[in-house]
DNA sequence: GTAGGGTTAG
């Protein structure tokens, strides 16, 4: 054991006291201390020492003791040693206790009350460690009987209940804890103090109170300001985010990845990766953090070209994803966003450690990718071979898998045992996903059922479900029901007006079309441009909108389009002129069906990429019937692979046929 | 005693 140096002890002044061993500590019988130990005559060696040293020992015991075992074996030498009297020991003591997972209520309580003198830290000790635990009616009872026991608080005294306030999300209680203490005068000025109110008030979520204690407090720190930051980012206020993260004085690495991951989950990836840019400009260190924030950023672009340099920055900064589970998991995130599933999976596989991330990630990842099976049978083995338990999201992923792959009586029993066999209570989201696969499958009355049944709200991503069956499946009188609640939930999304108009297209409602048409005019809704995205070799993209011929090769596009039509129409293709959702001639239709993005960019990519080479298309909207046939088509004359990432999911194409059987 | 992270379906 090596001597203790705390608080000015040192072995040279205690002449002939040497730290006992270790072995010297068994000697009290374990029961006999399992609650309060009973005093007893002191081990000589020891206990010849004053007790202030002896106190400054004991602390650094208990500071270096970690399991419960050690800590009631301290406890007995405490009392034996007449150091219970201490109570900056005892105070240590509970700490200890309550930074394991010992309940307050027995041990350290206890301890508390046999006390025999009790200063603010030996109150706040136990405060604390309700605090830790959530249990904000035990602090502020606690901290009434200190009050009344004439001892006043300390800074720690508040930023305990502070955060046991934000915990509970009380915010009455909150505020009247913050004017008691400005009744003692002096804590509103220290710096913890003022960061916990900061961070009570966010998660209170009443940002114009923590924006008010920044600006009043006299000094504010890093964590000040990155508190601040990530609560406007989490309110989706990325401009008072970005204005505060550009007024810091300084920015640690901390800072800098609070407003990369801001810009990620605001779905702005564009601006997340042109700040980490200057990040690294500015030469600050990036951690596993900042690239899972990176690397999400790049998964949402979806482009290949960031997953190379992405990888490339991991393995600079030695965050290999083999060995590091959060880049790992991250990465395989990432692969799959940009449909190369195959290198998703090599990374799930050199991963040594993985964790209900990486299972979920590459679940989603098969199940989006249109390999369904792979997706279950992930699921099976990770609930067989590990002790890793689904979450929530693994639910998603494999609910969604079922869906793709028709699976219906499979997804019904997963469904059941969420709650059943797991204890996870469906959410709005896992109904969407079974109302999609109960839609797929043309059970479209069914799923209408569930949602009228179900016991949460359901949401916009519920009814759009259904709707997205009803396209499938042309139902025009269900799509009005879903519709009608669409258009309540998400009243400017254009997607789903856009969706009912098409199926009353489908199905030669042309009057409806007219209807819905007028409906957007009245809102001043429009109706996006299709675009497509083409990444070439270099990693230059080239950009398509549907009847663009403004490409610089415009004129060879369209010869190979009009080649490749000849081909497809020799082998039985027909131009599905539903997919046109104007009443205009079919002459027209045939003409602005050739037009779309997605054809123009395949016909530039087998321009210009190497024969046998997949073609991967990004596209904002969702793909048409029409075009969907014509890549099967393309897929099987051409005999390249084809990957079309729609707003939706993904296309893989090969050999005449689609990884989403027919069904998006 | 206080700040940043990766998986979510239509």
Redesign the pocket.
């Known amino acids: 054991m090596t001597a203790p140096t705390v608080r000015g002890w040192s072995p040279l002044r205690c002449r002939g006291f040497h730290a006992p061993p270790a072995s010297s500590l068994k000697f009290i019988p374990k029961q006999r201390f399992r609650h309060l130990p009973e005093q007893r005559s002191p081990a000589p060696a020891l206990w010849s020492l004053p007790l202030s040293d002896l106190e400054s020992y004991f602390v650094s015991l208990l500071n270096a003791s970690a399991t419960l075992p050690r800590l009631r074996q301290l406890h007995g030498l405490i009392y034996r040693s007449g150091l219970h009297q201490s109570c900056f020991v005892l105070t240590k003591l509970i ?1 200890s206790l309550t ?1 394991l997972d010992v309940p307050v209520e027995s041990y350290p309580k206890l301890i508390f009350r046999q006390a025999k003198w009790r200063n603010p830290f030996l109150y706040t000790a136990l405060i ?1 460690g309700y605090s830790l635990r959530g249990n904000l009616a035990d602090c502020v009872d606690l901290y009434g009987s200190m009050r009344r026991d004439g001892i006043s608080p300390v ?2 005294t ?2 305990a209940i502070f ?1 046991a306030c934000g915990e509970n999300l009380d915010l009455r209680l909150g505020e009247q804890m913050h004017c008691q203490m400005a009744l003692f005068g002096g804590f509103g000025s ?4 003022g ?2 109110l900061i ?1 009570m008030y966010v998660k209170c979520g009443v940002l114009g109170s923590a924006r008010k204690m920044f600006d009043l407090m006299p000094e504010r ?7 601040l930051i ?1 609560a406007y980012s989490k309110s989706q206020d990325m401009a008072s985010a970005r204005r505060l993260f550009d007024c810091m004085p300084e920015k ?7 407003m990369v ?2 810009f ?2 605001n779905s702005k990836p564009g601006e997340a990766l042109k700040l980490f840019d200057r990040m690294q400009t500015a030469r600050v260190s ?5 690239l ?2 990176v ?2 950023a790049c ?1 949402q672009l979806g482009a290949s070209k960031y997953a190379k340099w992405v990888s490339e920055i991991a393995e600079e900064n030695m965050l290999s994803p083999t060995s590091n ?2 880049v ?3 990465l395989i ?1 990432m692969y799959a ?1 940009c449909g190369q599933v195959d290198d998703a999976y090599k990374v799930f596989e050199a991963m040594k450690e993985r ?7 590459m679940i ?1 990842g098969f ?2 990718n249109g390999q369904p099976k792979a997706a279950i049978s992930l699921f099976h083995e990770m609930l067989k071979s590990t002790d890793i338990r689904p ?4 639910f ?2 494999v ?2 898998a079922c ?2 792959g028709g699976m219906v009586d499979q997804g019904r029993q997963i469904f059941a045992s969420m709650e059943k066999t797991y204890g996870i209570l469906p ?1 709005a ?2 109904y ?2 079974m109302v ?1 696969l109960l839609g797929r499958a043309g059970k479209l009355t069914e799923a209408l059922e569930l949602i009228r049944k179900m016991p949460v709200e359901p ?7 259904l ?3 009803c396209k499938v499946h042309t139902d025009p009188d269900i799509a009005e029901i879903a519709a009608a609640q ?1 258009f309540i ?2 009243p400017d ?1 254009v997607g ?1 007006y856009i969706l009912l108009s098409n199926i009353y297209a489908s199905s030669g409602r042309w009057d409806d079309v007219l209807r819905v048409r007028k409906l957007m005019r009245g809102k001043k809704l429009r109706k996006n441009p299709g675009c497509s995205w083409f990444e070439a070799k270099k990693g230059e993209i080239h950009e398509f909108f549907a009847g663009d011929t403004k490409h610089p090769r415009s004129d060879e596009i369209k010869q190979v389009l009009d080649e490749l039509v000849g081909r497809l129409e020799a082998s039985g293709y027909e131009p599905i002129l539903n997919s046109v959702a104007y009443d205009v001639s079919d002459k027209d239709k045939r003409r602005i069906l050739l037009g779309h993005s997605e054809k123009l960019a395949l016909a530039f990519g087998i321009l210009s990429s190497t024969s046998g080479s997949t073609i991967r298309i990004v596209k904002n909207l969702r793909i048409c019937e029409d075009c969907h046939s014509f890549m099967c088509g393309a897929s099987q004359v051409t005999g390249r692979d084809i990957v079309i990432r729609d707003n ?2 993904f296309h893989h194409f090969r050999d005449g046929a689609c990884s989403c059987r027919n069904f ?1």
């Open positions: 700490r930074a604390r800074t720690f508040f930023t955060k220290d710096l913890y103090v960061n916990t961070d720190d890093l964590i000040s300001w990155t508190t990530v640690d690495a901390i800072a800098w990845t609070a991951t801001g990620v989950q990036l951690d596993e953090y900042t899972a924030g690397i999400s998964a589970v959060v790992g998991s991250a995130d966003k964790n209900v991330y990486s299972y979920s990630s989603v199940a989006i979450n929530d999201v693994t998603i992923g609910l969604t869906s793709h959410n989201d896992h969407a996903c999609d949401h916009g991503g519920v009814w759009g479900a709707l997205g069956a669409l939930f998400e999304a789903n939706m999911r998006w």
